[in-house]
Each structure stands twice: as structure tokens, then as C-alpha cells.
């Protein structure tokens, strides 16, 4: 009964914790109307006003999606293409070192210990089942950035494709 008791609290710690994170509750390719249920910033998009064939960026602050995790300073981009989500990605400037680096190790897969280092930058493949995730660092100029990427085989030409507009709002 003990045992039993421990495994239940356990699990309710973690998927609590989990839930908490709601940033990757919402799968790639649903709905935006689907979306707007974790994303309340999405309420504002109108597919009509964008077209067809136009992929719209929105930005919010990621820890407003995702208490308790290390991205108090990143921001979350979700890409809408067609009135489906294309693409959510965490970015973060170097000012503030590694906390996507820290989130993608805690919540998806760790990318190794040299994606860790203040001077490693480039591209790692943590993709799983359906979906592409990419964790990189890139340097411009004095600054590292850090990105991390998620979608699938269906939308990923639609984030990086030159008809992106972003929506402040």
C-alpha cells in the first residue's frame, strides 16, 4: 500500500509538472482555434487578412507557457501557415546563457555536454517519432543565440519559407 501510494505521488509530481508546460502541449499541424486553447495570444489571428500561402509569427514570452522552467529571458515563437501551427520554437540571446540549452535537456533530450559550452555553436538533431526538433547556437557578431525548434515533416518548409510575416500585437 505504501509502495503504491509513493509510485502516485510520483507520477502526479511529474505530470503536473509537465502540464505546467503547456508550450509543448500543442502538437504541430492542429488548429489554430485548437492553439488558442494554451495560446491565448493567438486569439488575434485572422487567416483571412494573411491569405494562403503566408506564414504568420507570433512572439510571447515563454515562461507565461511554462512556469517553473529555466526561460524566465526567452521568447516563444509559434508559426502559423494555412490556420495550423507549422512551427513552436524558444529563442534566447546570449546575455542570458543556456536556458533554452537547459529546457531541451530537461524536457526533451539532452543535446550533450558540448552544446553546453559558451563557444560551441552549430546545429543538433533531437528529432523523435513525428517530429523535427533542432537545438543550435549561432554566433553574429559578438552574440550567440539560441534556438530551438520544433515541428514536423508536413509544415517544416512553411517557418522558413520568405513569405513570413510577424504579427505584433
Not at 503504491?4 to 505530470?15: D, E, P
Not at 538533431?125 to 508536413?154: A, H, Q
Request: proline content about 2%; aromatic content about 12%.
Amino acid at each position: 500500500m505504501k509502495r503504491i501510494l509513493v509510485k502516485s505521488l510520483i507520477f502526479l509530481f511529474f505530470s503536473s509538472y509537465s502540464l505546467a508546460c503547456s508550450i509543448l502541449q500543442v502538437p504541430i499541424g492542429s488548429t489554430v482555434d485548437t492553439a488558442k486553447n494554451t495560446f491565448d495570444f493567438l486569439d488575434i489571428h485572422n487567416s483571412e487578412a494573411y491569405g494562403k500561402d503566408v506564414s504568420v509569427l507570433y512572439r510571447n514570452y515563454a515562461i507565461d507557457y511554462c512556469e517553473g522552467s529555466p526561460l524566465e529571458n526567452v521568447d516563444l515563437e509559434v508559426i502559423i501557415y494555412d490556420s495550423r501551427i507549422a512551427s513552436i520554437n524558444l529563442f534566447s540571446d546570449s546575455e542570458f546563457k543556456n536556458e533554452v540549452y537547459d529546457f531541451t535537456k530537461n524536457f526533451i533530450s539532452d543535446p550533450g555536454e558540448d552544446a553546453k559550452n559558451e563557444n560551441w555553436t552549430g546545429l543538433k538533431d533531437l528529432s523523435i517519432g513525428g517530429l523535427n526538433v533542432y537545438y543550435s547556437k549561432t554566433k553574429l557578431g559578438e552574440e550567440i543565440f539560441e534556438t530551438l525548434e520544433i515541428t514536423n515533416e508536413e509544415m517544416i518548409n512553411y517557418p522558413a519559407d520568405e513569405k513570413l510575416i510577424e504579427v505584433i500585437g
